[in-house]
């Protein structure tokens, strides 16, 4: 019983094949794709933990918004524990993807090798072949020549029914495919800016900015991988696309929420890189989370910036009142630009 307990545990890690809704409007271009994602997270209820992690691959063939070809593979490892047992995993999947281009199937098999340790019974070897399945996955984010979304929304939906809490995520960004190596440089470039952007630390605006320069400088090279002859489905205004807007989000938590740590002139500079790539305001591609968090920060950013107005007022700091003062009319923040009109009336001879 344990050893089943601990292959299940790993089983719902992966996934399954419960019905999950399209992102809405959202879909592949017609196209040829390749793709690829990082699978990483934990699962876990009373008693039972799982964690993995592995790295996704696939190419995908869509004609008329079906999905008429393709292939997802996945190499990665995973472990479980039960009260009186662990296990160890690799795995390996190989999926036929099919389906539609705003919901697209994947069907195949997967392996596993490793062991259980069961106490009282010592750790045996395990391995074998069962149907795989990430059910289906959908985009959340389309331009012509890239996508991006999660290939795990459907599994969190299968953990989150069989009654555990999940931090399993598998972001995924595809490139159309423009034939000779452009594409899969350019996917290769994409994954090492986003390891960027998930492994900073301490960083600057500046640092910040040199990384929106690097998307500008990307997106145009993505855009320069086919003609595009019109916006696709589901396209939305940004700067940026859902996963990069994401891990953008992320960077900027600690200055929307924590102003008093950082000087005037950080917070007016993340303010308006994160308003430039579209992680920040109203313009934010993808999820109603996504547009949430990005109206948080943004009113996170105001109420720092106005904590910051407020002591330049009382200090008589002329410099930094019209500094605040011309970022709050620059990025439309109306309220504090009127607040920091008052302040260098009060001040000014």
């Given at each position: 019983?344990?050893?089943?307990?601990?292959?299940?545990?790993?089983?719902?890690?992966?996934?399954?094949?419960?019905?999950?809704?399209?992102?809405?409007?959202?879909?592949?271009?017609?196209?040829?794709?390749?793709g690829?994602?990082?699978?990483?997270?934990?699962?876990?209820k009373?008693?039972?933990?799982?964690?993995?992690?592995?790295?996704?691959?696939?190419?995908?063939?869509?004609?008329?918004?079906?999905?008429?070809?393709?292939?997802?593979?996945?190499?990665?490892?995973?472990?479980?524990?039960?009260?009186?047992?662990?296990?160890?995993?690799?795995?390996?999947?190989?999926?036929?993807?099919?389906?539609?281009?705003?919901?697209?199937?994947?069907?195949?098999?997967?392996?596993?090798?490793?062991?259980?340790?069961?106490?009282?019974?010592?750790?045996?070897?395990?391995?074998?072949?069962?149907?795989?399945?990430?059910?289906?996955?959908?985009?959340?984010?389309?331009?012509?020549?890239?996508?991006?979304?999660?290939?795990?929304?459907?599994?969190?939906?299968?953990?989150?029914?069989?009654?555990?809490?999940?931090?399993?995520?598998?972001?995924?960004?595809?490139?159309?495919?423009?034939?000779?190596?452009?594409?899969?440089?350019?996917?290769?470039?994409?994954?090492?800016?986003?390891?960027?952007?998930?492994?900073?630390?301490?960083?600057?605006?500046?640092?910040?900015?040199?990384?929106?320069?690097?998307?500008?400088?990307?997106?145009?090279?993505?855009?320069?991988?086919?003609?595009?002859?019109?916006?696709?489905?589901?396209f939305?205004?940004?700067?940026?696309?859902?996963?990069?807007?994401?891990?953008f989000?992320?960077?900027?938590?600690?200055?929307?929420?924590?102003?008093?740590?950082?000087?005037?002139?950080?917070?007016?500079?993340?303010?308006?890189?994160g308003?430039?790539?579209?992680?920040?305001?109203?313009?934010?591609?993808?999820?109603?989370?996504?547009?949430?968090?990005?109206?948080?920060?943004?009113?996170?950013?105001?109420?720092?910036?106005?904590?910051k107005?407020?002591?330049?007022?009382?200090?008589?700091?002329?410099?930094?009142?019209?500094?605040?003062?011309?970022?709050?009319?620059?990025?439309?923040?109306d309220?504090?630009?009127?607040?920091?009109?008052?302040?260098?009336?009060?001040?000014?001879?």
């Amino acid at each position: 019983m344990r050893r089943l307990a601990l292959l299940t545990a790993l089983g719902l890690l992966m996934g399954g094949t419960l019905p999950v809704r399209a992102a809405e409007g959202v879909a592949f271009p017609d196209g040829e794709w390749e793709g690829t994602a990082i699978w990483t997270g934990s699962i876990s209820k009373t008693d039972v933990f799982a964690s993995g992690n592995g790295k996704v691959a696939f190419t995908l063939t869509v004609d008329g918004g079906e999905v008429t070809g393709g292939e997802l593979t996945m190499n990665g490892a995973g472990q479980s524990k039960v009260p009186g047992g662990s296990g160890k995993l690799k795995l390996a999947a190989l999926l036929n993807l099919g389906g539609t281009a705003d919901k697209v199937t994947a069907n195949g098999s997967m392996g596993y090798n490793g062991t259980v340790t069961v106490t009282g019974f010592g750790t045996v070897p395990v391995s074998g072949t069962v149907a795989g399945s990430t059910g289906t996955f959908s985009p959340s984010f389309a331009s012509c020549n890239k996508v991006t979304g999660d290939l795990a929304t459907e599994g969190r939906k299968v953990q989150a029914a069989a009654g555990f809490a999940t931090t399993v995520t598998a972001k995924f960004v595809a490139i159309r495919t423009a034939g000779g190596a452009s594409s899969a440089a350019i996917l290769e470039e994409y994954k090492s800016l986003v390891a960027k952007l998930v492994n900073i630390a301490d960083f600057t605006a500046n640092d910040l900015l040199a990384l929106a320069h690097q998307i500008d400088a990307l997106n145009a090279k993505i855009l320069g991988l086919g003609p595009c002859e019109a916006p696709p489905e589901g396209f939305e205004q940004g700067l940026s696309d859902t996963l990069l807007t994401a891990l953008f989000q992320d960077l900027l938590e600690a200055p929307a929420t924590l102003p008093e740590h950082f000087p005037t002139h950080y917070l007016i500079s993340f303010l308006g890189v994160g308003i430039r790539v579209g992680a920040v305001g109203e313009s934010v591609p993808g999820s109603a989370l996504l547009k949430q968090k990005a109206m948080e920060l943004l009113v996170g950013f105001e109420a720092g910036l106005e904590l910051k107005l407020n002591e330049a007022i009382a200090a008589g700091d002329m410099p930094t009142i019209i500094d605040i003062l011309i970022a709050a009319q620059q990025f439309g923040l109306d309220s504090l630009a009127n607040k920091a009109q008052g302040g260098l009336a009060e001040i000014q001879p």
